[in-house]
């Protein structure tokens, strides 16, 4: 997948990029009944910060406020898409059948299928906070994108906010 976005800091190895959500929403057939076109539709198309590795690029060759293509690979897409939605479910089903099992209750296994899903919730962070600074899974820089003029010159970064 590969989006765009405007530098608003530099670091040595990675750049923090703004972006404006859309294409996850502009080509969609299931954009009606999607929660992410829904939030994009309340938040006014909600500004993103993203860090982007800047892979074999220079920082010395990106300014704020340059505009910038990066890419996500697929493969990454799809296994997020994975761990996000299909752990706490199967985690869900899990405490369901193992509290079913033990007490033959239904309220207890309605508990379990609860305590299951903050469990698969649970996991879903951590793996979130281990991987956080996996090259392989982080959005890579594509190019500066032509008919852009150079921004400002690099400054120090305000301390962005890392989104996890």
């Not at 990029?17 to 009944?33: D, F, L, M, N, W």
């Not at 892979?55 to 996500?72: K, N, P, T």
């Not at 079913?100 to 879903?124: I, K, N, P, R």
């Not at 979130?128 to 392989?136: G, L, R, T, W, Y």
Request: contains cysteine; aromatic residues 6%; charged residues 20%.
């Amino acid at each position: 997948m590969h989006e765009s976005g405007r530098i608003v800091a530099v670091d040595d190895d990675a750049l923090w990029v703004e972006t404006i959500r859309q294409s996850t929403c502009g080509s969609c057939s299931a954009q009606k009944g999607c929660g992410q076109g829904l939030l994009n539709r309340i938040g006014d198309s909600k500004r993103n910060h993203i860090r982007v590795l800047l892979g074999e690029a220079l920082s010395s060759d990106f300014r704020i406020d340059d505009q910038v293509e990066f890419s996500v690979p697929d493969n990454v897409l799809l296994k997020a898409a994975a761990v996000v939605y299909l752990l706490p479910l199967f985690s869900m089903l899990v405490g369901m059948g193992l509290a079913h099992e033990w007490f033959d209750s239904q309220v207890l296994a309605a508990t379990g299928a609860q305590a299951g899903f903050v469990l698969g919730v649970e996991l879903v962070r951590l793996h979130a906070v281990v991987n956080a600074n996996n090259p392989k899974l982080q959005p890579r820089v594509v190019r500066r994108q032509p008919g852009f003029p150079a921004g400002n010159p690099v400054q120090e970064p305000a301390n962005p906010v890392r989104l996890a």
